[in-house]
């Protein structure tokens, strides 16, 4: 989504994911190459994914890569995470810097596989459902300072309204048949009920979307207090788990081709849905 809407998307936050394409359409890449990296399935070469992103940008699928030296990334790797390699973020780290991306990549705190925060979820080193790891540490609120700059401090408690939609009208009608859920959130704050606020897009990860962990992500992965009191709507768009007509058993953003070959281009058809979600919160 950031590579793909560079000219309009100015940051992301990036906890345990790999770097731009990486795996190039193959389910088998993602699951190996693109997760636990070895000597028979490496990472692919970040000159080989810089030539893939200049290509899909020549070929106007994607916004100018030019676009993501003004943006800032800041990307996250517990050291009990068994589930993606750190060597997985640091291809991602060195992806993003080779576009000349301002970064900061954290990589000291002992927590396993999930959304890390200050004060909600599982013990820090759990890769358990919600994948939400009390690691009394703020993800959220240090990914949120470095992507918008200075900020207010979080409201002691939420106090806007968590806005339950229809993805269908975003999908053609049919969420389902694009991975999606059917129903997404948005949280609004009071003071951006009339009045301008920015937005921030939060993609749950696998096995974390609400059919799998109801509430949990949307109302404690930390975003919510922080946007009360920064005037930002958070979207929160959802998946689904299928395994029929496509094959998506854990409920992941598409990062690998089960919704089509432009999966990652601004025509792919998750990116195209959650950008007309963007538009309307812009109208």
């Not at 000219?7 to 190039?24: E, L, M, S």
């Not at 290509?55 to 030019?66: G, L, V």
């Not at 970064?103 to 927590?111: G, I, L, Q, R």
């Not at 854990?250 to 081709?257: E, F, I, L, N, V």
């Given at each position: 989504?950031?590579?793909?809407?560079?000219?309009?998307?100015?940051?992301?936050?990036?906890?345990?994911?790999?770097?731009?394409?990486?795996?190039?359409g193959s389910v088998f890449a993602a699951f190996y190459n693109c997760m636990e990296p070895g000597f028979f399935a490496p990472l692919p070469a970040t000159a080989l994914l810089i030539e893939r992103t200049r290509?899909?940008?020549?070929?106007?699928?994607?916004?100018?890569?030019?676009n993501l030296a003004e943006s800032r990334a800041w990307l996250f790797t517990g050291t009990r995470d068994r589930t993606v390699a750190s060597?997985?973020?640091?291809?991602?780290?060195?992806?993003?810097?080779?576009?000349?991306?301002?970064?900061?990549?954290?990589?000291?705190?002992?927590?396993?596989?999930?959304?890390?925060?200050?004060?909600?979820?599982n013990r820090c080193d759990a890769t358990a459902a919600p994948y939400l790891n009390d690691c009394d540490y703020d993800a959220a609120g240090e990914m949120l300072r470095l992507l918008l700059g200075p900020l207010a401090p979080p409201a002691a408690a939420p106090g806007g309204r968590l806005v339950r939609f229809d993805q269908k009208r975003y999908a053609g009608g049919d969420a389902r048949a694009l991975?999606?859920?059917?129903?997404?959130?948005?949280?609004?704050?009071?003071?951006?009920?009339?009045?301008?606020?920015?937005?921030?897009?939060?993609?749950?990860g696998c096995r974390q979307n609400a059919d799998a962990v109801g509430e949990a992500f949307v109302r404690h992965a930390g975003y919510n207090r922080w946007a009360d009191a920064n005037r930002l709507i958070v979207l929160y768009p959802q998946t689904v788990a299928r395994y029929f007509p496509v094959f998506n058993p854990?409920?992941?953003?598409?990062?690998?081709?089960y919704t089509g070959a432009d999966y990652a281009t601004r025509d792919g058809a998750q990116i195209r849905a959650v950008w007309a979600m963007v538009r309307r919160l812009a109208d």
């Open positions: 989504m950031h590579v793909a809407h560079s000219r309009t998307i100015k940051g992301a936050g990036v906890i345990a994911g790999g770097p731009y394409y990486c795996a190039q290509a899909f940008s020549e070929a106007r699928s994607i916004d100018a890569p030019a060597s997985v973020v640091e291809a991602l780290n060195g992806y993003y810097q080779a576009l000349k991306v301002e970064t900061v990549v954290v990589h000291d705190k002992p927590a396993g596989h999930g959304m890390v925060t200050e004060d909600f979820g991975g999606l859920a059917n129903e997404a959130f948005v949280y609004v704050p009071k003071s951006c009920e009339s009045g301008h606020c920015r937005v921030h897009v939060a993609f749950h854990r409920g992941c953003w598409d990062w690998w081709g």
